[in-house]
């Protein structure tokens, strides 16, 4: 291939495509440590390259990023979308060849799942809130299928994204309760330029719906800014977003909002000051949305979750955007 100005530029070399255990368990015994793993379930966008990029780094200039593809059945409910998922392999590939990875390990379901699995991981209390509720089994599945990858891979290390911060922190406490020698590395949440969380499927979205969904990142940037006020004023001032959005055509059909405590998913007191995280999910469409926004709630909050001026998202102490915490 060439650039613009007629130089022959190298194409990025493509990973190692393994699609068995036994092409994943020889290909592993090549790879340099340490080995870093980006768990996806391909249909691989923008905001999946912040989780690449993130371990690229992590893994250094002699180590390895190995990205697995995998529809997993186990987190999709019968009325869900798991036939109609994106799965275009030669698409991803190609993205995982631009930012480094070695091994792409994109098995089918019987390698996954040779027989119905009778034992699973159960995700506790965490895992019976917020997505846990709205999605019975979900968290069983993911927990299931990452604790298959990690036997399936032995990486050093495995990058999550924030979009689903629930799923990360269940996974590190997955990680601590069954003493796996894993290290989870958090990569920031990425947005599209209008502000929506990365998604795959925001590829179902008319245009319409699109820009019906944008109620979700402006109501967790609205709460972000009422931190100052107190749990309370978070939730009223992202509330007023979402119910005008819930009559605007088409709606936007709210599951739930909830301010959290970062570790257990359980609402915050009223009376809350300090760490707590905003999650909405929501359906336009045929399509479900989740979004988050970490914050600090408190007398302190307001400087700190006050919107960066370039993008609209609040801005914490660390400099980090909030809805990212990796």
Known sequence: MSDHAGIAV???????????????????????????????MGALHDGHRVPLRKAREVAGPNGSVLVSIFVNPLQFGPNEDFDRYPRPLQHDLGVCAEEG????????????????????????PAGRVLEGRSRPGFFE??????????????????????????????????????????AIVAAPLHRDPDG??????????????????????????????AAGRGAEAVLAAACQVLDAAANSSPPVLLDYLVLADPDTFTDVKPDH????????AAKVGQTRLIDNAAMDIGIQAEAANAPDAASGLAQRPDGELAGGTR
């Not at 990025?12 to 255990?21: H, I, V």
């Not at 891979?153 to 601590?176: E, N, W, Y």
């Open 101 to 124: 990875a070695a091994v792409v390990f994109a098995p089918a379901r019987a390698q996954m799942y040779p027989t119905e699995p009778l034992v699973t991981v159960d995700p506790g």
């Open 10 to 40: 190298a194409a990025p070399r493509l990973p190692l495509l393994a699609r068995t255990k036994r092409g994943m368990a020889a290909a592993r015994a090549t790879m340099p440590a340490p080995v870093v793993l980006v768990p996806t």
């Open 196 to 225: 929506l969380a990365s998604s795959s499927r925001n590829s179902y979205l008319s245009p319409a719906e699109r820009a019906a969904a944008l109620a979700l990142p402006r109501a967790l940037t609205t709460g972000a800014q």
């Open 273 to 280: 000051a300090g760490p707590a995280i905003l999650l909405v």
């Open 141 to 182: 599945g993911v927990l299931t299928v990452v604790l298959k990858l990690f036997q399936l891979t032995s990486p050093d290390a495995a990058v999550f994204g924030a979009k689903d911060a629930q799923q990360l922190a269940l996974i590190r406490r997955m990680v601590v309760d069954l003493n796996l020698d894993v």
